[in-house]
């Protein structure tokens, strides 16, 4: 098991390099420059001036020597600076990363529950009642976009009912605890509803399957309670291929949720790393997108190690 | 453990919906809803129009534009003039002619800390400004001058290296106080943009001599003002102004009717003019709704170099057979005026005797005719090589507006005999690699934005064609090259006689008119929406916005 995750966390180390690499070209391979950008909205700038920041910002320098410069501060713990916040990229990433985690953990944990349960009812009696309601609703979530999710959602419960607000992170002059749940129940909502179809769906075929298993219809016979039998037996094992799905969700998770931080003017992870993209802020979006990436091997490692947890035939090599 | 639960459920529902935000009915607070935020608080370092709006509140220009589009004092005393003897032509050592200029600032100026605002502030803005650097990018800049000489607390004398017509125009000051020992300390080019406490630390109070100071800043959301209690103008109206970004502007209206924010700024940071009409159109009454004429030209770039639009009688025929007020009517309303040249009417210099083009496909065809473009069987014009009329006409992509004129465009070339293919780009391409680089096929529609009175040397002279030689800097996207024109942009921008000025800038709207570097389309009207007991809001249409009058605006 410990040569297993040492080796990981190694390959880890490596697909980061390589993506820091890729993604570090990528941006620069983009048309136009931030200077491009910032002298559009310049009445008056000269070439003059162009040049000047140009090299003020270091994109003079050709984009190798660039990214090694960057790759050797990152070395020591300094991702550089952003240039469209003014300030040390940490101190962008992490309020970001906070708000990420209130939201998007708040959501999955909710997803999670709401799917494990409508999942599980829903497989007890496959094209049943309750299996067809629960299944509508999980293909409205899938189906439905989010934008348009949480346009209806600002409309009813801020425009017409006036019980939430439509959007930011806290009032002014406020910002405890209620006031930050209140702010974040509409994008958590809405993140909610679209992820519970999909994971609804991904746990009521792994229960329909497992409840057809032999050791199932043993645990039965045996005479095990109804809850026994589904939770410990059938949702415990039905859970493998769930746990994969949701480990790679968990690390998109920290992508960020563009759209719906958009809506919601959610300083998110998401979002910053799309501004940071398009106003070719180097150092932000590179550590964004790293950090994204870690997160997303992390996840599958962990979900890799839970497997062994939860069958222990499982081995890990 | 069940009524533990229950209770603890209901009671978080009853904080949720029972502590909603509700607005006090005194309006003392106006939050402001923006689709943009700016990188930093700092006047002169990544300018952004986003920028300027939010330090009008905060931060005073010496002088600005106002309403009217006269020049006018926010910090000095008197607006420096020929005519009043604060500006003078003077000899520099050199024998060429200079200037020099007095700017006189208010007595009773303060920092938001209780510091005096003095000439000395000034003279430091222009050392830092001089210091290649901190990166300077201002608008009016100030290395206009070359030597500043401090005459006393409220006085200084910029002595400029040249005459300049602009020599009256310029932008606010830093307190050398906060960010004397920052610049001292940033040794290396770019430590001082790093380092400076408008980005550091956006809420020292001392960073800001306007109505109102930052008293809360959150990169990316919010900006909260409170008033500056050492402002010596008009008191401030409101406790609190509160800029809140969010970007969607499908969101941004669904808060606006929800009441999380009370108005939407103009300028190009809020919604844009269909989404403004259309809210109008849905809720009439519940808001002001101010459409104003602004200095962004729409327009579309002919391209010099292309075979078929080297011919002027070509470029006048397109220009004839667009139909532009139809466009403007049905588009907008009749919001955005339909321009003749890059000069808006709302400016000193316009010129109204010059080449017209009024809605004509008779005379379009007529003139290409002229031209040896003969309608084939298709209705599609054909030269005596046999070559089809076709061009390729392209924009910035996703842009809806700008797509629907295109679709209007085509037709109405269409009736004319001129074939049009779309072949639009993601901005930043179009922006940063087509139009940069002339690599479009034959027309190019997009905007540029000036300041009032600002000469076209930027876009229409000879010396700012992008090239590879000078590392493609210079926005005369065109190419458009007329040594006459050359002539007048320098003469205007030297000319200090309002009369003769206003002759030049005449000269030059005749010679753009039948030229034809670029085909006219309209002025952008900036669509504001206010409620309607705000009181003392006037938008002015150009780069000195409404923001640098916000003292003004109170709750009726």
């Known amino acids: ?317 | 453990m069940k009524h533990i639960i229950a209770l603890c459920a209901a009671g978080l529902s009853a904080g949720l919906l029972t502590t909603s935000p509700v607005r006090a009915a005194a309006h003392d607070q106006l939050t402001i809803g923006v689709a943009q935020f700016p990188s930093t608080l700092h006047p002169d370092i990544d300018a952004e129009v986003i920028k300027a709006y939010a330090l009008g509140f905060v931060m005073r220009q010496i002088t600005a534009y106002d309403a009217s589009w006269k020049n006018s004092c926010l910090l000095c005393a008197e607006l420096p003039t020929i005519e009043n003897g604060l500006a003078k032509v003077e000899d520099r050592p050199d024998g060429k002619k200079g200037m020099a200029v007095t700017i006189k600032l208010k007595p009773d100026l303060k920092w938001g800390d209780g510091e005096k605002v003095t000439a000395k502030d000034l003279a430091f803005t222009w050392k830092l400004a001089r210091d290649p650097k901190t990166g300077f990018s201002n608008t009016h800049p100030w290395t206009r001058a070359d030597k500043v000489d401090v005459v006393d607390d409220t006085t200084a004398v910029l002595h400029l290296d040249k005459v300049l017509s602009s020599y009256n125009e310029w932008d606010q000051i830093l307190p050398e106080h906060v960010e004397g020992p920052i610049y001292d300390k940033a040794q290396a080019s770019g430590d001082y943009i790093k380092e400076t406490a408008y980005a550091r630390a956006p809420t020292t109070p001392g960073l800001f001599d306007g109505p109102y100071i930052v008293t809360g800043y959150t990169s990316g959301a919010q900006i909260v003002m409170e008033p500056n209690p050492y402002w010596p103008g008009t008191k401030p109206g409101f406790k609190r102004i509160v800029l809140k970004l969010i970007e969607n502007t499908a969101a941004l209206q669904a808060n606006l009717l929800s009441g999380d924010v009370d108005m939407v700024a103009g300028e190009g940071v809020g919604l844009t003019i269909d989404q403004a009409l259309e809210l109008q159109k849905q809720h009439p009454d519940q808001f002001t709704y101010i459409f104003k004429p602004s200095l962004t030209y729409e327009h579309i770039d002919l391209k010099v170099g292309n075979p078929i639009l080297a011919d002027v009688r070509v470029r006048e025929a397109l220009v004839y057979a667009a139909d532009r007020k139809t466009l403007v009517d049905k588009l907008f309303q009749g919001m955005q005026p339909v321009a003749d040249t890059w000069v808006n009417p709302l400016s000193a210099d316009f010129a109204s005797e010059i080449q017209h083009y009024p809605y004509d496909l008779a005379k379009a065809k007529a003139l290409l005719a002229e031209a040896g473009w003969k309608p084939g069987p298709d209705g599609i014009c054909r030269n005596d090589k046999g070559e089809r009329l076709s061009l390729e006409y392209s924009t910035t992509a996703g842009n809806r507006l700008r797509e629907l004129q295109q679709q209007v465009l085509q037709s109405n070339w269409k009736a004319a005999g001129v074939e049009v293919t779309i072949k639009n780009e993601p901005a930043r391409t179009f922006f940063g690699e087509t139009v940069k680089k002339r690599s479009y096929g034959a027309l190019a529609m997009y905007a540029w934005s000036s300041n009032v009175n600002e000469s076209p040397s930027r876009t229409l002279s000879s010396s700012q064609i992008p090239s590879e030689a000078n590392n493609y800097g210079g926005s005369n996207y065109i190419g458009y090259s007329n040594p006459q024109m050359d002539k007048l942009i320098d003469a205007a921008e030297q000319e200090l006689d309002p009369a003769k000025r206003k002759a030049i800038w005449a000269n030059m709207q005749e010679i753009y008119a039948k030229d034809l570097p670029a085909m006219p389309l309209f002025f952008r009207a900036e669509p504001h929406v206010v409620p309607k007991w705000l009181a003392g809001y006037t938008p002015t249409g150009h780069g000195d916005m409404s923001s640098y009058w916000s003292e003004n605006w109170h709750a009726q």
């Open chain 1, 1 to 317: 098991m410990l040569a297993f995750t040492l080796r990981r966390m190694g390959q880890t180390l490596v697909v980061l390099l390589v993506m820091s690499f890729i993604i570090y070209g990528l941006i620069g391979l983009m048309p136009g420059d931030p200077i491009d950008i910032m002298a559009a909205s310049m009445p008056g700038v000269t070439p003059e001036v162009v040049a000047k920041l140009r090299a003020i910002y270091g994109l003079d320098q050709p984009l190798m020597l660039r990214y090694w410069r960057w790759l050797m501060a990152a070395l020591q713990g300094d991702l550089g600076f952003s240039r469209t916040h003014s300030q040390p990229v940490l101190e962008v990433l992490m309020p970001a990363l906070w708000q990420t985690c209130k939201l998007m953990i708040s959501s999955f944990v909710l997803s999670v529950i709401a799917a494990l349960i409508l999942g599980v009812v829903s497989a007890l009696r496959p094209g049943g009642f309750v299996d067809s309601f629960v299944s509508l609703f999980a293909f409205a979530g899938i189906s439905v976009p989010v934008f348009w999710l949480a346009l209806v959602l600002i409309l009813t419960f801020a425009v017409a009912l006036h019980w939430l607000p439509a959007s930011g992170m806290t009032n002014v002059g406020d910002g405890g605890f209620m006031d930050q749940v209140r702010h974040l129940t509409l994008p958590v909502l809405t993140l909610m509803l679209a992820n519970t179809g999909q994971f609804t769906r991904y746990v009521r075929a792994a229960m329909i399957e497992t409840l057809r298993m032999d050791f199932v219809r043993t645990a039965w016979a045996k005479g095990a309670g109804a809850w026994r039998v589904v939770i410990v037996h059938a949702l415990r094992n039905a859970l493998i291929p769930v746990v994969t799905i949701m480990a790679l969700s968990f690390g998109t998770l920290f992508s960020g949720a563009l759209v719906t931080e958009t809506m919601f003017a959610q300083q998110g992870m998401g979002k910053m790393i799309y501004d940071s993209i398009l106003s070719n802020d180097f150092n932000l979006a590179l550590s964004g997108l790293l950090f994204a990436t870690l997160i997303t091997l992390l996840s599958n490692l962990a979900a890799d190690l839970a497997y062994g947890w939860l069958d222990p035939r499982i081995a890990l090599k």
